[in-house]
């Protein structure tokens, strides 16, 4: 006799385990985030310091490169003065310079090369023109070299005088080694005075004649009132 089946007919049922509850997400604290954080941000490359870089080409200006420092108050003089007279001639050589180049270069390239001077050094296009024509005042023998130390402005200004002029300030000493802008300077506004003196003169006569004028037309006027 066959063996009955028990479990036909029977549904079986299959139960999934139950899921554990999600626990509660903590509110994120930005304190403890930036505490946690710090020792490796410190690590950082950008965070890192750069090593400082010492030359060790950095020594002090005596002894090899300039000549022993002077103590006393002539030697300080002495020192400085030579110093300056050789900053002042050095314009010279730029002078010289100049005056290759305006002689070699296309008008638009010495118009460039100005630009880029003025701009480069804060140099306006006059001084420029005034080192090379001093340079060539010196040049010619026009002014004499000894007259060099006074600067650029000067020997410029001495050269532009007339011959009439040039001859007043070789006898006034300006033509010598010493001389100074200022001395140079007060030598031109003497020369400008006297023609100052005259033209305020002119003008002058030139207003009383206007009165005149204008008095003997208001006796006119007046007379036919007479």
């Given at each position: 006799?066959?063996?009955?089946?028990?479990?036909?007919?029977?549904?079986?049922?299959?139960?999934?385990?139950?899921?554990?509850?999600?626990?509660?997400?903590?509110?994120?604290?930005?304190?403890?985030?930036?505490?946690?954080?710090a020792?490796?941000?410190?690590?950082?490359?950008?965070?890192?310091?750069?090593?400082?870089?010492?030359?060790?080409?950095?020594?002090?200006?005596?002894?090899?490169?300039?000549?022993?420092?002077?103590?006393?108050?002539?030697?300080?003089?002495?020192?400085?003065?030579?110093?300056?007279?050789?900053?002042?001639?050095?314009?010279?050589?730029?002078?010289?310079l100049?005056?290759?180049?305006?002689?070699?270069?296309?008008p638009?390239?010495r118009?460039?090369?100005?630009?880029?001077?003025?701009?480069?050094?804060?140099?306006?296009?006059?001084?420029?023109?005034q080192?090379?024509?001093?340079?060539?005042?010196?040049?010619?023998?026009?002014?004499?070299?000894?007259?060099?130390?006074a600067?650029?402005?000067?020997?410029?200004?001495?050269?532009?005088?007339?011959?009439?002029?040039?001859?007043?300030?070789?006898?006034?000493?300006?033509?010598?080694?010493?001389?100074?802008?200022?001395?140079?300077?007060?030598?031109?506004?003497?020369?400008?005075?006297?023609?100052?003196?005259?033209?305020?003169?002119?003008?002058?006569?030139?207003e009383?004649?206007?009165?005149?004028?204008?008095?003997?037309?208001?006796?006119?006027?007046?007379?036919?009132?007479?």
């Amino acid at each position: 006799m066959p063996k009955k089946d028990l479990m036909k007919g029977v549904e079986v049922v299959h139960k999934l385990p139950g899921r554990k509850p999600k626990p509660a997400m903590r509110a994120i604290d930005p304190d403890e985030i930036r505490r946690q954080v710090a020792p490796f941000a410190d690590r950082l490359p950008s965070q890192t310091a750069p090593t400082a870089v010492t030359s060790t080409t950095d020594k002090p200006l005596r002894g090899e490169v300039l000549p022993p420092v002077p103590q006393s108050l002539d030697e300080f003089d002495a020192a400085i003065s030579e110093e300056l007279v050789r900053a002042r001639k050095s314009y010279l050589r730029i002078g010289e310079l100049l005056s290759v180049a305006d002689e070699t270069l296309q008008p638009e390239q010495r118009a460039e090369l100005v630009k880029r001077l003025g701009a480069r050094f804060d140099l306006k296009k006059s001084a420029l023109t005034q080192m090379m024509k001093a340079f060539r005042a010196i040049r010619s023998g026009r002014i004499p070299e000894v007259v060099a130390s006074a600067g650029y402005t000067a020997v410029y200004t001495l050269a532009n005088l007339d011959d009439e002029s040039r001859e007043k300030a070789k006898s006034a000493g300006l033509f010598r080694s010493g001389v100074r802008q200022a001395d140079v300077r007060a030598f031109v506004q003497e020369l400008k005075a006297p023609r100052n003196d005259k033209g305020k003169k002119e003008a002058l006569e030139a207003e009383l004649e206007r009165l005149l004028a204008r008095v003997e037309k208001v006796r006119a006027e007046l007379a036919q009132f007479s």
